[in-house]
DNA sequence: TGTTAGCACTCTCCATCACTGAGTGCTAAC
DNA sequence: GTTAGCACTCAGTGATGGAGAGTGCTAACA
C-alpha cells in the first residue's frame, strides 16, 4: 500500500519533473516563437539555442513534447507553436523574469510620482503609460464606488431645483453628482442637510450608505415636504456610486502591429471588448485575484471568447492593505512573459507605495 | 467688351450648369460606390437606374465626366469611383437628404432629453448614440473651458494641505480640481477665501481670469503669509481650465467593418488619430466651421494626412446663440452623405434646443 | 541505450499560366 | 445625337509545378 502510495505521488509529480533537455527545449521554443511568431523548428533551436545535441535528437523531444501536449502542429511540414498547456507550464516554471533597464523604472517612477491625487486622469496615464512599456493593451479598473469610507460631503446649492453633490471617499476618489430636485428648497435647507449628512457620514462605509440609512437621517425634511422620495433615491443613487465603476483603457493601437491581429475580423472580436466598458469591466475582474498581487491568464482560460487568442496579466495594487483596484496588460497568446510580468511587478509596487504614501501624508495632519 | 464678359460669366457657370443627364449619371455613380464600394460600370447604371439610354450612351457620359475630374478608373477595364471633385459636386448640387425614420427621431430625442446636467456623461451618449445610427466613428468636442462665465465657486478644505476647488460654469460644464498646498491653510482661511473668490468672480468671463487678477483679488491671505505663489497659479490654471478642453470619441469600431479599411496598415493611420485625443481636437476643429451649423470635409480636404480617405461632417450647437461645441462624423470618403446630414441637422438642432432650454430654466429661478 | 546521419515524405508558399468576365473605347450605322 | 457591335485591356481565379522547410523513420554509431 505505502508503494502504491509513493508510486501516485511520482506520476504526480511527472509534470513537474519534466527532464532537463525537454524543458530547455521547450523553453527554446516558446522564446522563439514568442520573439518571431513563427513555427519553431528543429534546426532553428539547435542553430540559435546551444543544446549541444543535434536536430534529430531535438525532434525526438519534440515529439514527446507534442504527444504530452505543450505543442502543437500547425501541419505536418511546419514547426512547433506551444500550445495553452505548453504556454502554461512556460509561466510556471521556465520563465526568466527580464530585468528592467533604468529607463524603463524611471518612467514608472516618473508616472506614478506625477499626481495620485486625482485618480481618473492619474489612472488614465498609467495605462498609456503601461502600454508604452510593453506595446500592449491596457486595461485598469478603480476601486468600485461602494469601496472605502466617507472623508467628506459637501452639498452646494447651485438653484433651487438643483444640488450639486460633492464626495470624497477615503480611496483617493472625489466625485461630483449634479441633483436634480422635484421640490424647491433653499440654500439655507441645503446647508443645514449638509450638517446632517456631514454628521452621520463621516467614516461611514461607503457600501454601507443605502435609501434607508439616508431616510432616517434626513427625516425631518422629509417630514416638511422639503424633499421628495425622488431625491432621496437621487442622492443614494450619488452616494453608493450605483455601481458606476470607472474603467480605463489605453494603447488599444499597439494591438493592430500584432502579426496575430492582421486579420481584421479577429481585430473586430478584439475591439467589441475595448468598445464595452462593461465588457471590459468583466474582464478583468473575473481574471484579477481578490488577494494575490499577481495573475497571468492564458489564451483558452480567458473568461469571453472574444479574447481566447489573447493573454493578461493582472496586478492589484493596495491601499492599506486592502485592494484598491487593478490595472492589467492585455496581450496575444505569444506575449513577452517576462518581460511584461517584470513591469507589472514594478508598477504595482510603486503603486501601492505611492498610494499609501499618500494616506500616511493624510493621516499626519 | 460687353459680350466678352458675359461670355466669362458663362464659364464661370459651367460647373453649376452640368448637363441634366450627366448630373443624373454621376449621381448614379456616385450613389452606387457609395452603397456597395466598388467601380460603377455602364451597364450597371443602365439596369439599375431607369436613365432611358443605352449603356454606350452613358459611357460617353461616363468618358466626359472622366476628363472633368469628377470620376476616376481605377483600371481600364473597371467601372469609375468618384473623385474627390466628384463627391464635392455631389455633396453641393445633387445629394438628396434622406428623411430620418421615427425611430431615428427617437432615438435622438431620448438621449438629448436624457440628462444635459453633467456634460461629460451626456456628451459620451450622444457620440455612442450618433455612431449606433450612422455607423461611423464620432468626434466630439466640448467648450474650451474659457468659455462661458463663472456660476458658483466652490473650496473645500480637505486637509490643510489639500483644498478641493469646485466650479461650476454657465456653460453647463461643472468641473472639481484638488489643489496641493505647499503652506497649511485652516478651514476658516479657506471659506473666507472662498467668500471673496465668490463676490469678485460670480459672472466673471471665465478667459478673463488670470493670474494677476487673482493676486489682486487674494493678495491678503499672500501679504499673510498663507498663500504661496504656487497656490495662486494652481488656482488660475484650475479656473482658466489650463487648455483642458475635452473630446469624446465612439463608434471606433465601426471603422473596422467598412471595406476601405480591411488593410490593417490604413486601420493603423486612422487609429493613431483616435488615440491622440489632441490631434482629434485639433481634427475637428480645424473641421469645423465658427459660425455656420454643418460643414463637411471630404476627403483630400481633410487637415491631416493620416485621414485623407474618410471625410468629416460637423454641426456645431450652440447655446444663447454663441457656438458651444462640436460634434462630428468621420467616415470614409465614401459615407453616406444624405443620410448622416439629416442626422446631424436633426442632431444639431436638438442638443441647441436643449441647452436652452436648460439654460431658461436657469434664468426663471 | 541514447544519439545521430541520411533519406523519403508532406505540405505550404510562391510564381507562372491560361482563362474568364467585366468593362472600356472606337467605329460605323441608325 | 444615339446605339449596336467588336476588339482590347486587365483584375481575379484556379490549376500546375517547383522550391524550401520541416518532419518521422530507419539504420548505424558510441
Do not use: W
Not at 48 to 65: F, W
Not at 133 to 154: D, F, K
Not at 310 to 316: E, G, H, R
Not at 324 to 346: C, F, W
Amino acid at each position: 500500500m505505502e508503494s502504491a502510495n509513493t508510486v501516485d505521488r511520482v506520476s504526480e509529480m511527472k509534470v513537474e519533473s519534466m527532464e532537463e533537455r525537454k524543458k530547455r527545449v521547450l523553453n527554446a521554443i516558446i522564446n522563439d516563437y514568442i520573439a518571431n511568431a513563427e513555427p519553431v523548428g528543429s534546426r532553428t533551436i539547435t542553430k540559435k539555442y546551444a543544446l549541444g545535441v543535434s536536430p534529430a535528437t531535438v525532434r525526438n523531444e519534440m515529439s514527446d513534447l507534442e504527444e504530452e501536449g505543450y505543442i502543437e502542429q500547425p501541419h505536418t511540414s511546419a514547426g512547433r507553436i506551444p500550445s495553452g498547456k505548453g504556454y502554461r507550464y512556460y509561466v510556471d516554471h521556465l520563465m526568466e523574469k527580464e530585468p528592467l533597464s533604468p529607463q524603463e523604472i524611471h518612467q514608472i517612477r516618473k508616472v506614478v510620482a506625477g499626481s495620485v491625487k486625482e485618480m481618473e486622469s492619474f489612472m488614465l496615464s498609467c495605462c498609456n503609460m503601461l502600454s508604452r512599456l510593453t506595446n500592449y493593451a491596457t486595461i485598469a479598473s478603480i476601486p468600485e464606488q461602494g469601496h472605502g469610507r466617507v472623508e467628506n460631503i459637501q452639498l452646494l446649492s447651485l438653484s433651487e431645483h438643483q444640488v450639486l453633490l460633492i464626495l470624497v471617499a477615503s480611496t483617493g476618489i472625489i466625485r461630483h453628482k449634479l441633483i436634480e430636485l422635484p421640490l424647491p428648497v433653499t440654500p439655507a435647507e441645503v446647508a443645514a442637510m449638509e450638517r446632517d449628512l456631514l454628521r452621520n457620514l463621516i467614516g461611514c462605509e461607503l457600501r454601507s450608505i443605502n435609501y434607508d440609512k439616508l431616510r432616517d437621517l434626513l427625516q425631518d425634511y422629509q417630514a416638511q415636504q422639503k424633499l421628495a422620495t425622488k431625491t432621496l433615491e437621487l442622492l443614494e443613487q450619488a452616494l453608493s456610486g450605483d455601481g458606476e465603476q470607472r474603467i480605463f483603457i489605453g494603447g488599444v493601437m499597439h494591438m493592430l502591429s500584432q502579426p496575430e491581429f492582421r486579420d481584421v475580423d479577429k481585430l473586430k472580436n478584439l475591439f467589441s471588448i475595448f468598445e464595452q466598458d462593461k465588457r471590459a469591466q468583466e474582464l478583468i475582474d473575473s481574471v484579477s485575484s481578490d488577494d494575490g498581487m499577481l495573475t497571468i491568464t492564458i489564451g483558452s482560460e480567458m473568461p469571453q471568447e472574444d479574447v481566447q487568442d489573447c493573454s493578461m496579466i493582472v496586478a492589484n495594487y493596495f491601499v492599506n492593505g486592502e485592494k484598491a483596484g487593478s490595472i492589467g496588460v492585455l496581450g496575444p497568446t505569444r506575449m513577452s512573459y517576462g518581460k511584461t510580468v517584470s513591469l507589472m511587478e514594478q508598477l504595482s509596487a510603486e503603486l501601492s507605495k505611492a498610494m499609501s504614501d499618500k494616506k500616511k501624508a493624510k493621516y499626519t495632519e
